[in-house]
């Protein structure tokens, strides 16, 4: 009313008020009246829905006109009353979508919108009509006279009022999150059986639908602000609108149900992690390591993103780095288990285990920028364990096979190698060195892997190589068949060559095994034995054919011009002395094996043609000159042993025992060389002592016995199992006759069968000496 009163007062007479006169105006309203005294009528008598759609329709149309300000428009100023307004229905959020509005011309009862295209124009025309006598600086001087209101109470009216669902959905557009949840939770309460503002009853099954398209077009914008915040290295002011809706909605009463929105949260940002590493890998071609690399630097450059701009955006209990970290862990996971589907090569294979347990840990988890923040063993690994095992299973298998047929044609390779015809600087064969790089690669790399993939690949490897080593065997045992006793320098280092191989191959095979003794004990066994039969026929070889260039020189040993000359010895040193370059180029294990045996069987031809009775020494003066003559041959051939660093010292010593027994006269003294003797070699028999006897000429009965006795008491003793010597020396110095003694007691008898006795036992001594010394000469003869 003060408004009016105003305005009557400006206002110069001429002009009648339109607001009190009754006559009707220039363009009266299709329904007669004035339009605004007929509102306030048709409140009282039409429903709530066309009330509540007219008057929101005026309340717009006057906030358009000059008599809006404020946010208030002319009409409150009239006394309706102060009621909230309904909301639009569903098919709002649809219009505006697409970029349509409704039909005005359509009236209220068939859905026109909130108040009537009619009224629209009627209110129009009135507030520009010129037949009502006001100027527009009048009308503005009446909109000036009402009284503003505060922001306070505009903000109260503001969230007073009851929204629609197009208003709630620009709300989302602009993203004002918060606020559009608020208005969302308000319309939910109502579709959960709540009266309507206005004390009526609203349809619940389409509300319901409005809620469901309301909730998904603003999770649909928080997720976009989500995914919109990894990429923004500075602060995203619309996060905190997210973070206000998830606070607000947990705030709720009763369960969160579908609408949990940390849940959402969480799933989004799995959501968003998943297709940037799949926008990151589709359509680059490359290797599997280059997309393993790719992978590699968006999860660190996320991750970093997230430590350094995310965590202080988002509250404490959000534990957003955890949240980002298990959804990046989840999605390389998913892309490597993808990957290990795929029909893949052995180093394909190799990667992804390699991967799986060291590269992501090490090139991911552990950068000094996020590591402080990781704890691996809440993630676990990349594959599951049975992808692990499948894969180490196939790697294994795949292996196996390649070093099979690799091994196999190597082998082929080598044998066509010993047919061929070698110099001497040709003998280093690299035969071992390719046969163990085949397997070598599998048995570092695997362990690196996984201690349990590394026993199991190398396991797989020694039982490979044990099988190869078997058929190496019967190549060389073949090669040495097929020689049919050719003897030449080139053949001699061809085994050379062969038997060097051994070493890196026992080397390689016990590294093997060390991973697992208990598994790898039977295959190492075959292994050695395999190696052993190697060796050995390799030293047979190797030792024939010095002993063949000794043969000329050993024949004279012991002979008639044996004590007179030199030749023999000087000759045999010779041949060692030019067999010992080629006993250099032999492997150092190998090397000792040779050089032992060599040893031994050189000091046997020293031997075997003493004990074998080649030279009878009766005299003392005899004695002497073949002990000192054996003594010092022995030591020149010592000599060239101690060279070649013989481990069979104890070789030195058996020409002096020997010799000792052959030139002692003391009896005591003897039986103590024999004891020596005996703790030296155990394998020294009585046969061997008898034959050293009868050799000196030692007859007395008695003294003989003594003599044995001691052999015999040291035989039977427990020491000797433990002895230092070397056996099997002796037991191959074969005795070509046996001694018989005549048990006598001369003291009884008569002078003249004394003389009797002598004289017979001289005669048969003298035939025997005769018939052994040609027998002798013809088995000497035949032995070498």
Same mark, same amino acid.
């Given at each position: 009313?003060?408004?009016?009163?105003?305005?009557?007062?400006?206002?110069?007479?001429?002009?009648?008020?339109?607001?009190?006169?009754?006559?009707?105006?220039?363009?009266?309203?299709?329904?007669?009246?004035?339009?605004?005294?007929?509102?306030?009528?048709?409140?009282?008598?039409?429903?709530?829905?066309?009330?509540?759609?007219?008057?929101?329709?005026?309340?717009?149309?006057?906030?358009?006109?000059?008599?809006?300000?404020?946010?208030?428009?002319?009409?409150?100023?009239?006394?309706?009353?102060?009621?909230?307004?309904?909301?639009?229905?569903?098919?709002?959020?649809? &219009?505006?979508?697409?970029?349509?509005?409704?039909?005005?011309?359509?009236?209220?009862?068939?859905?026109?919108?909130?108040?009537?295209?009619?009224?629209? &124009?009627?209110?129009?025309?009135?507030?520009?009509?010129?037949?009502?006598?006001?100027?527009?600086?009048?009308?503005?001087?009446?909109?000036?006279?009402?009284?503003?209101?505060?922001?306070?109470?505009?903000?109260?009216?503001?969230?007073?009022?009851?929204?629609?669902?197009?208003?709630?959905?620009?709300?989302?557009?602009?993203?004002?999150?918060?606020?559009?949840?608020?208005?969302?939770?308000?319309?939910?309460?109502?579709?959960?059986?709540?009266?309507?503002?206005?004390?009526?009853?609203?349809?619940?099954?389409?509300?319901?639908?409005?809620?469901?398209?309301?909730?998904?077009? &603003?999770?649909?914008?928080?997720?976009?602000?989500?995914?919109?915040?990894?990429?923004?290295?500075?602060?995203?002011?619309?996060?905190?609108?997210?973070?206000?809706?998830?606070?607000?909605?947990?705030?709720?009463?009763?369960?969160?149900?579908?609408?949990?929105?940390?849940?959402?949260?969480?799933?989004?940002?799995?959501?968003?992690?998943?297709?940037?590493?799949?926008?990151?890998?589709?359509?680059?071609?490359?290797?599997?390591?280059?997309?393993?690399?790719?992978?590699?630097?968006?999860?660190?450059?996320?991750?970093?993103?997230?430590?350094?701009?995310?965590?202080?955006?988002?509250?404490?209990?959000?534990?957003?780095?955890?949240?980002?970290?298990?959804?990046?862990?989840?999605?390389?996971?998913?892309?490597?288990?993808?990957?290990?589907?795929?029909?893949?090569?052995?180093?394909?294979?190799?990667?992804?285990?390699?991967?799986?347990?060291?590269?992501?840990?090490?090139?991911?988890?552990?950068?000094?920028?996020?590591?402080?923040?990781?704890?691996?063993?809440?993630?676990?690994?990349?594959?599951?364990?049975?992808?692990?095992?499948?894969?180490?299973?196939?790697?294994?298998?795949?292996?196996?096979?390649?070093?099979?047929?690799?091994?196999?044609?190597?082998?082929?390779?080598?044998?066509?190698?010993?047919?061929?015809?070698?110099?001497?600087?040709?003998?280093?064969?690299?035969?071992?060195?390719?046969?163990?790089?085949?397997?070598?690669?599998?048995?570092?790399?695997?362990?690196?892997?996984?201690?349990?993939?590394?026993?199991?690949?190398?396991?797989?490897?020694?039982?490979?190589?044990?099988?190869?080593?078997?058929?190496?065997?019967?190549?060389?045992?073949?090669?040495?068949?097929?020689?049919?006793?050719?003897?030449?320098?080139?053949?001699?280092?061809?085994?050379?060559?062969?038997?060097?191989?051994?070493?890196?191959?026992?080397?390689?095979?016990?590294?093997?095994?060390?991973?697992?003794?208990?598994?790898?004990?039977?295959?190492?066994?075959?292994?050695?034995?395999?190696?052993?039969?190697?060796?050995?026929?390799?030293?047979?070889?190797?030792?024939?054919?010095?002993?063949?260039?000794?043969?000329?020189?050993?024949?004279?040993?012991?002979?008639?011009?044996?004590?007179?000359?030199?030749?023999?010895?000087?000759?045999?040193?010779?041949?060692?002395?030019?067999?010992?370059?080629?006993?250099?180029?032999?492997?150092?294990?190998?090397?000792?094996?040779?050089?032992?045996?060599?040893?031994?069987?050189?000091?046997?031809?020293?031997?075997?043609?003493?004990?074998?009775?080649?030279?009878?020494?009766?005299?003392?003066?005899?004695?002497?000159?073949?002990?000192?003559?054996?003594?010092?041959?022995?030591?020149?051939?010592?000599?060239?042993?101690?060279?070649?660093?013989?481990?069979?010292?104890?070789?030195?010593?058996?020409?002096?025992?020997?010799?000792?027994?052959?030139?002692?006269?003391?009896?005591?003294?003897?039986?103590?060389?024999?004891?020596?003797?005996?703790?030296?070699?155990?394998?020294?028999?009585?046969?061997?002592?008898?034959?050293?006897?009868?050799?000196?000429?030692?007859?007395?009965?008695?003294?003989?016995?003594?003599?044995?006795?001691?052999?015999?008491?040291?035989?039977?003793?427990?020491? &000797?199992?433990?002895?230092?010597?070397?056996?099997?020396?002796?037991?191959?110095?074969?005795?070509?006759?046996?001694?018989?003694?005549?048990?006598?007691?001369?003291?009884?008898?008569?002078?003249?069968?004394?003389?009797?006795?002598?004289?017979?036992?001289?005669?048969?001594?003298?035939?025997?000496?005769?018939?052994?010394?040609?027998?002798?000469?013809?088995?000497?003869?035949?032995?070498?």
């Amino acid at each position: 009313m003060l408004i009016v009163l105003k305005m009557t007062e400006t206002m110069p007479g001429a002009a009648s008020n339109p607001f009190d006169e009754d006559p009707p105006l220039d363009r009266p309203s299709p329904e007669g009246g004035n339009p605004f005294f007929e509102e306030e009528h048709e409140v009282k008598r039409e429903s709530l829905g066309s009330d509540v759609k007219r008057r929101g329709t005026l309340e717009k149309i006057a906030g358009l006109s000059p008599f809006f300000k404020g946010g208030k428009g002319l009409l409150g100023s009239w006394g309706t009353p102060d009621k909230r307004r309904g909301r639009r229905r569903s098919e709002d959020v649809n &219009l505006l979508s697409l970029g349509r509005k409704k039909d005005i011309s359509v009236g209220d009862e068939e859905g026109g919108g909130p108040g009537g295209g009619v009224k629209r &124009l009627s209110f129009l025309w009135l507030g520009g009509s010129s037949g009502c006598g006001v100027n527009r600086s009048q009308r503005e001087s009446m909109v000036e006279a009402v009284p503003e209101r505060s922001e306070a109470e505009q903000e109260n009216e503001k969230t007073r009022d009851p929204l629609s669902v197009l208003e709630i959905l620009q709300l989302i557009q602009c993203r004002d999150l918060r606020s559009a949840d608020q208005h969302i939770i308000e319309l939910e309460a109502e579709c959960d059986g709540e009266t309507s503002p206005e004390g009526g009853l609203k349809s619940p099954g389409r509300q319901a639908k409005d809620v469901t398209l309301l909730y998904e077009a &603003l999770m649909k914008e928080m997720w976009a602000v989500v995914e919109e915040s990894l990429n923004n290295k500075g602060t995203h002011h619309k996060l905190d609108e997210v973070i206000g809706v998830i606070l607000q909605e947990e705030s709720r009463e009763g369960p969160p149900g579908t609408k949990d929105m940390r849940r959402q949260w969480m799933k989004a940002i799995g959501t968003s992690v998943e297709q940037r590493l799949k926008n990151n890998l589709e359509g680059k071609m490359g290797s599997l390591s280059s997309q393993a690399d790719r992978v590699k630097r968006i999860a660190v450059e996320d991750l970093t993103t997230v430590k350094d701009h995310l965590v202080c955006s988002y509250p404490r209990d959000f534990e957003v780095f955890r949240v980002y970290l298990s959804a990046y862990h989840s999605g390389i996971s998913d892309w490597l288990s993808t990957t290990a589907q795929r029909n893949l090569e052995t180093n394909e294979i190799y990667f992804i285990l390699d991967w799986n347990s060291n590269v992501y840990y090490r090139d991911v988890l552990s950068r000094p920028e996020i590591s402080p923040l990781v704890n691996p063993l809440e993630l676990g690994t990349l594959l599951s364990p049975q992808t692990r095992s499948l894969l180490e299973q196939q790697c294994v298998n795949a292996v196996q096979l390649r070093i099979s047929q690799r091994l196999e044609e190597e082998l082929r390779t080598e044998q066509e190698h010993w047919k061929k015809e070698h110099k001497v600087d040709d003998i280093q064969s690299t035969f071992s060195m390719r046969a163990i790089q085949i397997m070598k690669p599998h048995v570092e790399r695997a362990p690196v892997i996984s201690k349990g993939f590394g026993i199991v690949m190398s396991q797989s490897c020694l039982r490979c190589f044990s099988d190869f080593l078997q058929s190496f065997q019967k190549a060389v045992e073949q090669f040495h068949a097929e020689q049919n006793g050719v003897t030449s320098e080139s053949y001699i280092y061809r085994i050379i060559g062969i038997v060097n191989c051994c070493p890196p191959f026992r080397e390689f095979a016990n590294r093997m095994a060390q991973f697992d003794s208990s598994q790898g004990e039977e295959p190492l066994r075959q292994s050695e034995k395999s190696l052993d039969r190697i060796i050995n026929l390799g030293t047979k070889t190797i030792c024939d054919q010095v002993l063949h260039d000794l043969k000329p020189f050993s024949k004279k040993l012991l002979g008639r011009r044996w004590l007179n000359s030199s030749d023999a010895c000087e000759g045999m040193v010779a041949a060692l002395t030019d067999q010992v370059s080629a006993l250099r180029k032999i492997s150092q294990g190998p090397f000792q094996v040779v050089v032992s045996e060599l040893h031994r069987r050189v000091f046997l031809e020293l031997v075997r043609p003493l004990l074998q009775g080649k030279m009878i020494c009766n005299t003392s003066k005899t004695r002497r000159k073949v002990s000192n003559k054996m003594k010092d041959e022995a030591r020149q051939l010592g000599q060239i042993f101690n060279k070649l660093e013989s481990p069979q010292t104890s070789l030195h010593n058996v020409i002096p025992r020997l010799t000792e027994i052959l030139v002692l006269e003391d009896t005591a003294s003897m039986q103590m060389e024999v004891g020596m003797l005996v703790s030296d070699f155990p394998d020294f028999r009585k046969h061997h002592l008898l034959a050293l006897m009868d050799i000196r000429g030692l007859w007395d009965p008695s003294q003989r016995q003594e003599i044995l006795g001691v052999l015999h008491d040291l035989q039977d003793m427990d020491c &000797l199992s433990t002895s230092r010597g070397t056996p099997g020396f002796f037991s191959e110095v074969p005795i070509i006759r046996e001694t018989c003694c005549v048990n006598v007691n001369i003291s009884r008898a008569s002078q003249l069968g004394r003389r009797t006795l002598s004289r017979l036992s001289f005669q048969g001594r003298s035939t025997r000496s005769n018939a052994s010394n040609g027998l002798r000469s013809e088995v000497q003869n035949n032995h070498l």
